[in-house]
């Protein structure tokens, strides 16, 4: 039987993915930041729902501590926008945009893969993969034209996470992937975007099924296409 853990787990992306992984059998570990108010995980009722903020160190300390045995799959999937943070999308430009709540989204959606990876060392062996859920807005070919600096630098950074992590991690042979999930109709994606939840997470797994480490430090989209740096 496979463990898998992901983060973010209480709603869109996430909770879709842990609803995939528990039908195909996995033993799912969720961290989301408040368990006592997440009725749609609760509902699932995955093996472990663990308190997680990925933006602070102790949380994701205390997060992998409670996890026990080989993890097969790690999904660093949470992540935050300008808006989330408070800030008008009007704002959120290089020529605008505030440094500090820039730092704020580079440490939530950048550094926490560094962050939750490393902590959760101890149980990640041959064999075991590490994705993280990124976006094309992180590419410097995409993000270029996209009119948001924290969100696309956080990205930038987890892209980075990526890399480095793939090298230093490689001879163990674990593999790690940054993947671009589409753009899906989620609270963050919004109602019009091209792909369900569904879609986006059976493409990332069924990709992850068939994965080669000899291809660790990819870029790919949700459907296993690969994406440009
Ligand atoms: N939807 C898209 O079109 C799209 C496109 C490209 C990339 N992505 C990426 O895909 C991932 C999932 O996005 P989504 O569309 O599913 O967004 P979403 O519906 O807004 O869900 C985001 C999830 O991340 C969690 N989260 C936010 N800040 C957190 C923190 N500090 N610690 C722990 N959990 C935190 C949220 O928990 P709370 O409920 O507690 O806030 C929620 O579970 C994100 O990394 C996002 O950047 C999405």
């Known amino acids: 039987m496979s463990t898998t853990v992901i983060t973010g787990a ?20 969720a961290g989301c930041r408040n368990p006592n108010d997440a009725p749609e995980l609760s509902e699932l009722a995955p093996a472990q729902i663990v308190a997680l903020d990925v933006g602070n160190e102790a949380s994701v300390e205390s997060f992998t501590q409670s996890i026990a045995g080989p993890v097969d799959l790690l999904i660093n999937n949470a992540g935050t926008s300008v808006s989330n943070l408070g800030l008008d999308r009007e704002l959120a430009g290089v020529l605008k945009a505030p440094i500090d709540l820039t730092l704020d989204l580079i440490r939530i959606n950048g550094l926490s893969a560094a962050a939750v990876t490393r902590n959760l060392l101890p149980h990640l062996e041959s064999g075991s993969q590490v994705v993280n859920i990124t976006s094309q807005i992180g590419s410097m070919v995409v993000g270029a034209n996209f009119n948001d600096l924290p969100y696309a630098a956080s990205k930038a950074v987890m892209n980075m996470v990526t890399v480095q992590l793939a090298t230093q991690l490689k001879e163990a042979g674990i593999s790690v992937v940054a993947f671009h999930p589409g753009w899906v109709r989620t609270d963050m994606g919004g109602s019009s975007a091209d792909l369900s939840v569904h879609e986006s997470a059976a493409g990332i797994l069924s990709t992850m099924k068939t994965f080669r480490h000899e291809d660790t430090g990819s870029f790919l989209r949700w459907d296993g296409t690969v994406h440009p740096w």
């Open 10 to 29: 209480n709603r869109g992306i996430g909770l879709e993915l842990v609803s995939q992984c528990m039908e195909r059998g996995d033993t799912v570990v």
